[in-house]
């Protein structure tokens, strides 16, 4: 039987690799395009586009705050009897940086006024306080060294200018010390954070200054700023003192004082004698703005020889133009009959408009603008 042959497997032929490259770029090809083709038959093409806006609000800027204005220490209560007379609580606390924050008005900027009055603090016209140093009486006093000087014209009878309410608001405060001529008193409020910087300023421009003592009125806002520290009615002595003691401290550099309000306080003689008492040590001048009568308040003055002058009244009742104009031009009317009257404003642009037209005015009537400080008696 012949014999048949062994069957023979064919030989397995494997895929080239030529044919493994050309495969796996078709699948990465396919998976980049079929999303591709999704998108643009099914997607919005707009959806790619950035659009819309984003509101950004700006933080107001932040207002250097001193130990005293900062609410958040751990200081005593110094009407509660918990700080010894003649110590001074605030010596362990921060003090206020010397140079202010980026923020700051150009007060910090040193300012080149031929008018210039001396920096304060002058050596010798002060004690310590409770709070720091406040003004003393003396040969020389605050009043004698911190007022404007000034040379009276011939035939010319005297008026004096004061704007107030200064250092709240940092624009119009700004403005009365740039805009206003060296010759009207500056007026500023005790509680005004960056106090000596505005004084500082205000004395670099030729303007003597004064500083606001919040008193009781008949329609008085305990909850107002400066209100916390008002001299009250119904306070102690003591009390009254104290505040009394803190406004004095804020700053150096200025010669008297004048009210804000006050109309309740000024007019009752036992009450207003202790704060006249209090003032006659201080070596500082007093001008009240002749808002309101007050009767005895002079007789107060001689009797415990505190330099006073009652001023004539607001200027800007309300801060529209033609009530400021009438104010002005009875001012002047009063000056032209002597007595060196005294009229009061307070920072409105308004008033700053008004006040600098009518200065321009006053040599034309035989009248001469001088600081407040020669007014007083």
Known sequence: MPTSSPTRRAPLKLPSRRNHLVLA???????????????????DPMDAVAGGTVAVVQLPPAEPVSALDNETLDTPDLLAGEVPD????????????????????????????????????IAGLTRQGRFGPVPKSGARSALTEYKRPFRAKSNREPVSLIIGGLGLNRILTQRAIDELPPD????????????????????????EVLIEIPLESTNFNPLEPGA??????????QENARNLDWLLSRSQGYFGVTNFNGDAFLTR???????????A???????????????????????????????????????????????????????????HPVGVGYAYAETLQEAQAWIASLDGQG??????????K
């Not at 923020?103 to 910090?108: E, K, N, Y």
């Not at 500056?186 to 004395?203: E, I, K, M, P, Y």
């Not at 003689?269 to 003032?279: I, N, Q």
Request: charged fraction near 15%; proline fraction near 11%.
């Open 367 to 376: 009248l001469q603008l001088t600081p407040a400080s020669a007014a007083l």
């Open 184 to 207: 009207v008193t500056l007026s500023f409020a005790a509680h005004a954070t960056g106090l000596q910087r505005w004084v500082d300023a205000a004395r670099r421009a030729g303007h």
């Open 25 to 43: 770029g078709t699948v990465l090809l396919l998976g980049f395009a079929i999303p591709v083709l999704a998108a643009r038959l099914l997607g």
């Open 86 to 121: 003649g110590a001074n609580p605030t010596e362990t606390l921060s003090p206020e940086p010397a140079t202010p924050a980026a923020d700051t008005p150009s007060p910090a900027l040193p300012k080149v006024v031929s008018a210039a009055l001396p920096p304060a603090p």
């Open 281 to 339: 040590a201080t070596g500082l001048g007093f001008i009240t703005d002749g808002d309101f009568e007050t009767p005895t308040l002079g007789a107060l003055a001689i009797s415990v020889n505190q330099p006073f002058k009652a001023g004539h009244g607001l200027i800007d009742p309300s801060p529209v133009e033609p009530v400021i104009q009438a104010r002005l031009t009875e001012l002047a009317g009063a000056a032209k009959s002597g007595g």
């Open 269 to 279: 003689t036992d009450v207003a004698a202790p704060f006249m008492d209090a003032l």
């Open 228 to 237: 916390d520290r008002a001299l009250r009615l119904e306070a102690t002595a």
